[in-house]
């Protein structure tokens, strides 16, 4: 007797910021060339395609309001009718707009929806782990359903790089998870890692090679095959990888979207160097043989307090390719467009009030910024912002980021800083960056005043 199967395509395109419309009619071209070339039966796209992503960080919270839309709504009701008119059911990441009662005040998520064959919607997902903007909320739930004969699950990025939400997804009965991504050549402190050079995407045509480099090394390929393939092995799983490709906000995209088999193996990847996808079968075969299987019978629940107790600090889901951080979360800067128009200023502070210092006589004319945050600052800052080179660094960006003037991405903005990686594990110091923060407004405002003197590259 012949076990269970279902083709399942995984695909990736560069979507195009705000444009539902247009993402939409990619969508539909390639889920049409998927079920009349490759017969899939379901098409995944990657997290948040039909609004685009990245850019989110730069809205305010009614500009996001403003693109998101209630599911199930309008885009939800689009993606339904591509999947009645090719007969295939849909997987598709965007905006939430939701209200927990009529007259609660709306909150916005990352979600994803799956639609079946006929346009019905069988599941949405909000992303339990969002960062990209404060004004996300997060998911509360696992989502898993019955769809094409198998029990599926989704998370969405970040999501997976908790092995608690896999494992817990997976306990629930989860035999094919679904894992859109947004992700790779971010910014990042980790050796290898790090941005792609827009230059080389423009010129992908005449040179694909440098490209592929990048694509498939550990800025793409080679750090997500990590991720996603010990995933999918330590718990006995399908998982249907979806990426972006190509221009996400200020980033390049490596695509790579892929599908991985119960025990780890990759059975289908893009490599192509634009709007591609891949399709595979699944079987239960696979699924009976996967080493995860093995290692759910072996748990031992009772040794795992510890997973479960409450943690002594709140939760905090931080990429370390994020600008700033202030109380965990990210703050938004304006896009590589429209920082050279940005007012050479210090930002305001009176929507972010920060805690008063002791009052402090004028320092002497000559002393640096540097200087007189060392001498301010408490006993943290003196120990961990010692080093001259990461002081001085970590204060430049602080003034850089006042001044809307920062871009992380940005290699040439990386090559300001004289210690990046020491400024990075500063701004993962969420209370220690507050302190700095707190001491340079301090001292830019004496200077303002006639208290100090600024060096010539903080001039304003």
Known sequence: MAGRTVRIAAVQFESSDRDKGGNLQTMERLAKEAVKKSGANLVCFHEACITGYSFLQTLSFEEILGLGEPVPGPSTSALGKIARNLGVAIGAGLVE??????????RIYNSYVVVDSKGKQVACHRKLQPFVSTHLSPGDNFCVFPLLGFTFGILICYDNNLPENVRCTTLRGAEIILMPHVT??????QPGRGTIDRALWDNRERDPASLQREFRGLKG???????????SWENGVYAVFTNAVGVDHDTIKPGNSM?????????????????????????DEALAIGSGQRYLKARRPGLYDDLVAPSKEPSETRPCWTRSWESGNITAVPPASKQASAVAKPKSTETEPLPELPPESPPPSGRTIEDRVLARGGRAIREVCGAPGLLDGTVKWIITELQ?????????????FADFTGVVQVLMKPKLLAEIRQVVLTQLKLVETGGGSAPREYAW
């Open 184 to 189: 790779g050549g971010s910014a990042s402190n």
């Open 404 to 416: 809307g003037d920062i871009d992380v991405g940005d290699v040439g903005t990386q090559k300001r």
């Open 221 to 231: 390929r080679e750090w997500i095959h990590r991720l996603i393939t010990c995933r």
């Open 259 to 283: 599908v991985v088999d119960p025990c780890g193996n990759v059975v289908a990847e893009c490599t192509e160097l634009g709007d591609a996808y891949v399709c595979a079968t699944i079987s």
């Open 97 to 106: 707009v939701a209200r927990p009662t009529k007259s609660a005040s709306p």
